[in-house]
């Protein structure tokens, strides 16, 4: 059972998990840098994302390579859902304690639970994988899928991405500037205002983008929304909220605790994130790479 | 705010006591409901609106509570007194041990931990089959042994879930005015002034860890008492009593009611499950529409229900005064 190969089948698949994650719990640690919401209705996002997809799949016509074509119309979709519900209603919040903007996005969320099941029903739906990266290739004994590897190079390509953004651009300085002082930053003449709608719309972006790339490996089912935002809260609070770098090594660290504490403890695996989560809360008040909050 | 006086207490309780003569025996179940959720949102609203910290793990104590009684009472018929005290006891026990921990952290931070812990015990409930029953939960919790009421004058004549009203009613009464004491108190005053101004606390001397673990365990304890009533009138106790959308639904009681007013959580309790009733009777998409009324309240009425009834009482006092 513990032979290398298997072991390290177990590791590609926590790294391919780790990396959607990444992709998703990212935009989550954005929106709450800049923003300070706590956004519950990503996992909403990511799930639209998904059925989206699916939608302009069938669309387009399954099993071609128009499927890339789908998932970055399902992410733009839902960077233009995310830029109206930040304009129209998040917008107003911003001065109410955070509670009230929790439980916007939950509200958030309960409606387009509903609104995906009205639309798509409550039955499982799943995508093909396009033609390009149908095989599988073997490495040091484990079958590994194209469409995984594919999966673990977008991750590092995407964290260098937004790290480049942020560190060296001008637009990247502006961000990390709303996100320590934001009063002062609209003092010296800059829209905040857009600004945030523009982060909540590429926080979006990424959850929609994630939900429309992880198609071709899960299937699409009502509850996917709440399992994988609880996923992303893991990962972000693991790592320090708001902190790049820590949303990177939380979801790493999410990836390979899921993977073998499947095999390690199976009874237990229900469990085993919260346990993580908890541990690392005691040990690290604020996350592995996170600062301490002001009360 | 002037604190409610006696008579209006005793009004409140007599109107809702009268609730098996005047109402159907469906009416009775939903009251019953609402009594219990009522008490639950109101602990949790010792540490949401009292002293400024956000639990998402509250269902943790709920469940510890429930579970608590159902073992006892059905496993080990032990009587229903008993297993009542137990319950916060065990669940006290519960939030002092989580509590500890989540009180060094702040804010988004401390809420995160509650949630794990509640998580974990969730996960304790739905895998320790021998004691919990796992998966599916323990169901036929009896009744408690409530025959001497049978010789009482007016009771006597009422059925056992009716008579059981009755019971949870004194019970989460009396709970709910120690509570109101509690917040009343000089210790209360504190939790308040912790809410406002961790910081400026700390400052003047108040082990503000110290005042949040024990509101925190206080909190714990109460719930579990709500966990324990509910158990019985739910005649069972399923692992679902302790996940997290329990500690969500509480959570949106206490708001929706208006967190910053005593009677804030229990009104929300009321209206929630009032409004789930009717609505699912009309439609399978409930969540749409509490998400929505969500919506709506969060513009419309910041402060919550109650909140927003009295700031317009306050107003209009002014008006008629100038």
């Known amino acids: 059972m513990f032979d290398p190969s298997f072991l390290f089948g177990q590791f590609v698949s926590g790294l391919s998990t780790a990396m959607f994650l990444f992709l998703i719990a990212s935009?989550?640690?954005?929106?709450?840098?800049?923003?300070?919401?706590?956004?519950?209705?990503?996992?909403?996002?990511?799930?639209l994302g998904a059925y989206l997809a699916w939608q302009l799949v069938q669309w387009l016509g399954p099993r071609t390579e128009s499927f890339w074509l789908a998932v970055l119309g399902a992410a733009l979709i839902v960077a233009a859902l995310g830029a109206v519900i930040?304009?129209?209603?998040?917008?107003?919040?911003?001065?109410?304690?955070?509670?009230?903007?929790?439980?916007?996005?939950?509200?958030?969320?309960?409606v387009l639970?509903?609104?995906?099941?009205?639309?798509?029903?409550?039955?499982?739906?799943?995508?093909?994988?396009?033609?390009?990266?149908?095989?599988?290739?073997?490495?040091?004994?484990?079958?590994?899928?194209?469409?995984?590897?594919?999966?673990?190079?977008?991750?590092?390509?995407?964290?260098?991405?937004?790290?480049?953004?942020?560190?060296?651009?001008?637009?990247?300085?502006?961000?990390?500037?709303?996100?320590?002082?934001r009063e002062m930053l609209s003092a010296l003449g800059v829209n905040t205002s857009w600004l945030y709608t523009g982060m909540f719309a590429l926080g979006s972006f990424f959850a929609g983008l994630g939900g429309a790339l992880v198609t071709p490996v899960r299937s699409l089912v009502p509850g996917m929304d709440v399992e994988i935002i609880v996923e992303a809260f893991i990962v972000v609070v693991i790592g320090g909220l708001g902190s790049f770098w820590g949303t990177f090594l939380g979801a790493l660290i999410f990836g390979q605790v899921l993977a073998f504490g499947i095999v390690l403890f199976p009874r237990f695996s229900v469990f085993a994130a919260f346990v993580l989560m908890a541990a690392v809360l005691i040990v690290r008040p604020w996350g592995l790479l996170g600062r301490p909050l002001d009360r | 705010m002037k604190p409610l006086p006696l008579v209006?207490?005793?009004?409140?309780?007599?109107?809702?006591?009268?609730?098996?003569?005047?109402?159907?025996?469906?009416?009775?179940?939903?009251?019953?409901?609402?009594?219990?959720?009522?008490?639950?949102?109101?602990?949790?609203?010792?540490?949401?609106?009292?002293?400024?910290?956000?639990?998402?793990?509250?269902?943790?104590?709920?469940?510890?509570?429930?579970?608590?009684?159902?073992?006892?009472?059905?496993t080990h018929g032990v009587p229903f007194p008993l297993a009542l005290?137990?319950?916060?006891?065990?669940?006290?026990?519960?939030?002092?041990?989580?509590?500890?921990?989540?009180?060094?952290?702040?804010?988004?931070?401390?809420?995160?931990?509650?949630?794990?812990?509640?998580?974990i015990v969730w996960g304790i409930c739905f895998k320790w089959n021998a004691v919990t029953g796992g998966e599916q939960g323990i169901s036929g919790v009896p009744y408690p042994d409530l025959g001497w009421m049978s010789a009482?004058?007016?009771?006597?004549?009422?059925?056992?879930?009716?008579?059981?009203?009755?019971?949870?009613l004194v019970v989460v009464a009396a709970c709910l005015a120690v509570l109101k004491v509690i917040v009343d108190s000089p210790f209360g005053r504190m939790l308040t002034v912790i809410r406002e101004n961790a910081e400026r606390a700390e400052f003047v001397g108040i082990d503000v860890r110290r005042y949040e673990l024990a509101a925190f365990v206080i909190a714990g304890a109460f719930a579990g008492v709500a966990g324990a009533l509910f158990a019985i009138f739910n005649r069972g106790v399923f692992p679902d009593f302790a996940y997290w959308s329990?500690?969500?639904?509480?959570?949106?009681?206490?708001?929706?009611?208006?967190?910053?007013?005593?009677?804030?959580?229990?009104?929300?309790?009321?209206?929630?499950?009032?409004?789930?009733?009717?609505i699912t009777a009309?439609?399978?998409?409930?969540?749409?529409?509490?998400?929505?009324i969500l919506i709506v309240l969060l513009f419309a009425f910041p402060g919550g229900i109650v909140g927003t009834l009295v700031a317009a009482g306050r107003r209009l006092k002014g008006a008629s005064r100038a």
Request: charged share 10%; proline share 4%; aromatic share 14%.
């Open chain 1, 27 to 47: 935009g989550l640690s954005l929106i709450f840098g800049v923003l300070r919401v706590l956004n519950f209705a990503h996992g909403s996002f990511y799930m």
């Open chain 1, 86 to 110: 930040e304009r129209a209603l998040l917008r107003h919040l911003y001065g109410r304690e955070e509670l009230y903007q929790l439980l916007f996005t939950y509200a958030v969320v309960l």
């Open chain 1, 113 to 181: 639970a509903d609104v995906a099941r009205y639309t798509w029903g409550t039955q499982q739906l799943t995508v093909p994988r396009p033609p390009s990266l149908d095989g599988a290739v073997n490495v040091l004994g484990a079958t590994v899928p194209l469409y995984t590897l594919f999966i673990m190079a977008l991750g590092p390509l995407i964290a260098v991405g937004f790290w480049l953004l942020l560190e060296r651009t001008g637009i990247g300085r502006t961000i990390r500037a709303a996100a320590l002082d």
């Open chain 2, 8 to 74: 209006l207490w005793a009004a409140g309780l007599a109107a809702l006591a009268a609730v098996p003569w005047l109402g159907s025996r469906f009416y009775t179940f939903i009251a019953t409901d609402i009594v219990i959720l009522a008490l639950f949102a109101t602990s949790l609203n010792l540490l949401l609106g009292y002293t400024g910290l956000v639990s998402f793990g509250h269902a943790a104590y709920f469940g510890i509570g429930a579970y608590t009684c159902a073992i006892l009472m059905k």
């Open chain 2, 85 to 119: 005290a137990a319950a916060p006891l065990l669940a006290g026990a519960a939030a002092a041990v989580f509590g500890f921990f989540c009180v060094r952290l702040t804010r988004i931070y401390f809420a995160m931990l509650t949630l794990a812990f509640a998580q």
């Open chain 2, 152 to 168: 009482l004058p007016l009771v006597g004549s009422l059925r056992v879930g009716e008579q059981y009203y009755l019971v949870v």
């Open chain 2, 246 to 278: 329990k500690s969500a639904e509480v959570l949106i009681m206490t708001i929706l009611g208006g967190m910053g007013q005593f009677w804030g959580p229990a009104v929300g309790a009321a209206a929630l499950v009032l409004l789930n009733q009717q």
């Open chain 2, 282 to 292: 009309y439609t399978q998409y409930w969540p749409f529409v509490l998400g929505v």
